[in-house]
């Protein structure tokens, strides 16, 4: 069966017992956009990573129960999931605060003062760093270059930049955090992206299919063409 043949899988609605006798974790509409999402890509497999922020969206962090239904409704298993999480930085597998602030120590932050920040915000929040606050409000990481090298020491909450942070402004950062009158410009974690993608590759799933079966035929035959040469010589 060519790919382009293959059956969508798809978790049944929730509430509904799926195939693996479980009720589903993902709402409703978390679901739906699954489905609109898994429908742009040609291998339902390929929409793994938005689904996990789709998923993350729901609960602030990947349960493992969401992970189990991300699997089936892409056709993988719930490791596989979990081993594409842990790999990307911006996917948790673990519960996150309402507001994951990240503080870059790379070599030009480092060198405008921001292992002093860290310093400062892990005695401010009372937490180390990887650790979130009694409150649940704030999760504080250390981060690796975020790009932004020109605003240093780099901070961002919730992956949106919040420019150059001083131990004055952190703390009044946190307080704005905790006070909610940031939340326009920084919604709580697990909301990456306010426009929703709606369209998908252009290329023709028949094409793709067909391409993929022509590039397999061709290293069948270099593979047995060189096992004929050896056999040869
Ligand atoms: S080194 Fe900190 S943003 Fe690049």
Do not use: K
């Not at 979130?132 to 409000?137: F, H, K, Q, S």
């Amino acid at each position: 069966m060519s790919p382009a043949d293959r059956p969508t899988p798809v978790a049944p609605p929730r509430s509904a017992t799926g195939a693996t006798g479980r009720t589903t974790h993902l709402s409703a509409e978390i679901v739906e956009r699954a489905r609109s999402l898994i429908a742009l890509y040609p291998e339902p497999r390929s929409a793994l990573i938005p689904l996990c922020h789709l998923a993350q969206e729901q609960d602030g962090w990947l349960r493992p129960e969401a992970m189990a239904d991300i699997a089936e409704l892409v056709g993988v298993t719930p490791a596989e999931v979990y081993g594409t999480a842990t790999f990307y930085d911006m996917l948790h597998t673990e519960p996150v605060g309402t507001y994951l602030v990240s503080v870059c120590t790379n070599i030009a932050c480092l060198l405008d003062g921001a292992a002093e920040l860290l310093e400062h915000a892990e005695e401010s929040l009372g937490v180390n760093v990887g650790a979130t606050t009694a409150d649940g409000v704030i999760t504080l990481e250390e981060a690796e270059c975020l790009a932004d090298c020109d605003r240093a020491p780099c901070v961002q909450v919730n992956h949106r930049y919040v420019g150059a942070q001083t131990p004055e402004s952190f703390d009044r950062l946190v307080a704005d955090l905790r006070a909610g009158t940031r939340s326009d410009e920084i919604p709580s974690h697990g909301t990456l992206i306010r426009v929703r993608r709606t369209t998908g590759l252009q290329a023709d799933r028949r094409q793709v299919a067909d391409e993929r079966a022509a590039t397999a035929e061709a290293q069948a035959r270099r593979a047995a063409e060189a096992e004929s040469a050896g056999g040869g010589s």
